[in-house]
């Protein structure tokens, strides 16, 4: 049997990972995606809640023993979901990039809807900058110019995906019913 995925996707400060803590949260069927990744841990970052962090040769071992079920670089890290990751009887649930969901769409061994989350430029902006005390400007025009690459309509044309907007903190109680919603007609779960 196909186990079950929901990845939510879309840019940066769009909503994606609160509405997936919401969701977390709220649902005791859904189980949250713990990535391995080589890059080092962050001060705030918990080992096995943020990431499993490991080391260059233990990723490519995992890769080459087919126990990802995806794997990507970025910023000379690398970043995947390992096959040990994934429980049988729930529904595993992440928020990734556009080529994580793509690739975990075409794993056979998975049952995977995509759920993306959009917000206009300005309400991504405003919460991109009041994120932290002292944002990185340039970091964040990094992000907005490559999730305007990444996201492009041509882009997403290539990928099965339902659409909900957040677009104000109102928005955000509705678009969590809105996946939750869209998560229990497709698997006919209750979560």
């Given at each position: 049997m196909k186990k079950k995925?929901?990845?939510?996707?879309?840019?940066?400060?769009?909503?994606?990972?609160?509405?997936?803590?919401?969701?977390?949260?709220?649902?005791?069927?859904?189980?949250?995606?713990?990535?391995y990744t080589t890059r080092p841990k962050r001060?705030?970052?918990?080992?096995?809640?943020?990431?499993?962090?490991?080391?260059?040769?233990?990723f490519t071992e995992k890769v080459l023993n087919?126990?990802?079920?995806?794997?990507?670089?970025?910023?000379?890290?690398?970043?995947?979901?390992?096959?040990?990751?994934?429980?049988d009887d729930l529904i595993n649930i992440m928020t990734c990039d556009f080529n994580a969901a793509?690739?975990?769409?075409?794993?056979?061994?998975?049952?995977?809807?995509?759920?993306?989350?959009?917000?206009?430029?300005?309400?991504?902006?405003?919460?991109?900058?009041?994120?932290e005390k002292d944002p990185d400007v340039d970091e964040i025009v990094r992000r907005f110019i490559d999730d305007e690459r990444k996201?492009?309509?041509?882009?997403?044309?290539?990928?099965p995906y339902y659409s909900i907007k957040n677009n104000s903190k109102t928005q955000l109680k509705s678009a969590v019913g809105e996946v939750c919603s869209y998560i229990n007609n497709f698997y006919n779960k209750e979560i």
């Open positions: 995925l929901v990845c939510i996707i879309g840019p940066s400060a769009c909503g994606k990972d609160t509405i997936y803590q919401k969701i977390l949260k709220k649902s005791s069927i859904c189980s949250p995606i713990v990535r001060d705030y970052e918990i080992e096995g809640k943020d990431y499993y962090f490991i080391n260059n040769e233990e087919c126990e990802m079920a995806e794997a990507a670089e970025f910023n000379n890290w690398f970043y995947g979901t390992g096959k040990d990751v994934l429980k793509e690739a975990l769409c075409s794993d056979p061994e998975l049952f995977t809807i995509v759920i993306y989350i959009e917000a206009t430029p300005k309400e991504r902006l405003l919460r991109a900058l009041n994120r996201y492009s309509k041509d882009n997403m044309l290539a990928l």
